[in-house]
């Protein structure tokens, strides 16, 4: 069994021992060191070297994202984010995640069992990321090697396509990645709906962030929203998001709280519904993300005529929901996260 080593910062002592306790009878998360501000946070992380940082965001003398900064900047490694639950807890997440944390959990406000079934979600991801995210060396040499491959084709050689709706999906590391592809689109593009995994309040946060960077309007999807173009559509956290008809428009059924393949909002339910409404009209796209979310909705929709884009395994945070699709045959092409906007610009047709 792979021990991971982590540092915890927090300003609570009773979280840090607690938070410790618990991770150390899990046994596979040995917490090495706990720093009561950002700025132990960044004199640990020099000195340990560990496998993953995990911070909070407000905290004394440096706070989280001061601190986060200056580790991203002088000794980068996988920082995962503690955050409340509150609006301007969110909004601080979202900018730790621009910044590069790969990932984040809600602060457990409750008691003992309310921090174990936290837990078990930290360990799950946790083990993921550095295990199989970009910054595990093992990882990034597999990824030069996937089991299937796929020619590289210039942005230019895509095909022009008469495309309606674009629809992405993404997860652990897709809040990075959407900054890198939805401020990059022009104002006429086609309407686009969006899953990211996220809790409620977070999405709102991330949707208002992305709308003050971008040409395109970005915000949550309402229940009974026409498709317009120029507007992007993301799924609200906790609610299930799928495009319908009415009439001659199209239109958002946003509702329903029940986890699909453990997802609220989940990429399968939206990628399904697009499949039931569109054929060669619609774009896919699957950025990063762990596990397989998207991979039967995608197969779907391809089946019908879609054209996909996944990310690349070398741009990826975690190459997991991307490959998924991509080893399930429901990708046309793969890109680096640089060059989707450009893709979807030339395919769509857009400029």
């Not at 652990?172 to 969006?194: C, D, F, S």
């Amino acid at each position: 069994m792979v021990i991971i080593r982590a540092v915890i910062a927090d300003d609570s002592a009773l979280l840090r021992d607690a938070l410790t306790d618990v991770l150390h009878k899990q046994g596979e998360i040995r917490v090495i060191a706990a720093a009561q501000n950002g700025k132990e946070a960044v004199e640990f992380v020099k000195m340990h070297k560990p496998d993953i940082l995990i911070l909070d965001c407000e905290m004394p003398v440096m706070n989280g994202l001061e601190a986060l900064k200056k580790i991203m900047e002088e000794c980068p490694l996988p920082v995962f984010m503690f955050s409340s639950l509150t609006r301007e807890g969110a909004a601080v997440t979202i900018k730790a995640l621009e910044l590069g944390a790969v990932d984040f959990l809600t602060k457990p406000t409750g008691g003992m069992h309310q921090l174990e079934s936290v837990t078990v979600e930290l360990i799950r991801k946790v083990k993921f990321i550095v295990l199989k995210s970009k910054f595990s060396s093992l990882t990034k040499a597999l990824n030069r090697k996937p089991e299937k491959t796929v020619k590289e084709v210039p942005v230019n050689q895509l095909p022009r396509l008469n495309v309606e709706v674009i629809a992405i999906g993404s997860s652990t590391g897709g809040v990075q990645a959407g900054l890198e592809v939805i401020p990059k689109l022009p104002k006429n593009t086609q309407p686009i709906v969006w899953v990211q995994h996220m809790p409620p309040n977070f999405t709102k946060s991330y949707a208002e962030r992305l709308c003050t960077l971008s040409q395109v309007e970005v915000r949550e999807g309402r229940d009974g929203d026409i498709l317009r173009q120029g507007v992007c559509y993301l799924a609200p956290g906790g609610f299930q998001m799928r495009v319908g008809k009415r009439s001659r428009d199209v239109v958002l059924s946003v509702g329903g709280e029940d986890k699909v393949g453990g997802h609220c909002p989940s990429c399968n339910v939206l990628f399904n519904s697009v499949a039931q409404l569109y054929t060669n009209n619609a774009l896919g796209v699957i950025l990063t993300g762990m596990g397989s979310d998207g991979t039967d909705g995608l197969t779907n929709m391809h089946n019908k005529g879609a054209y996909v884009i996944g990310q690349n395994p070398e741009s990826c945070v975690v190459y997991g929901m991307p490959k998924a699709a991509f080893d399930a045959g429901a990708v046309d092409v793969q890109l680096d996260i640089k060059l989707i906007a450009e893709g979807i610009k030339h395919i769509s047709g857009i400029y």
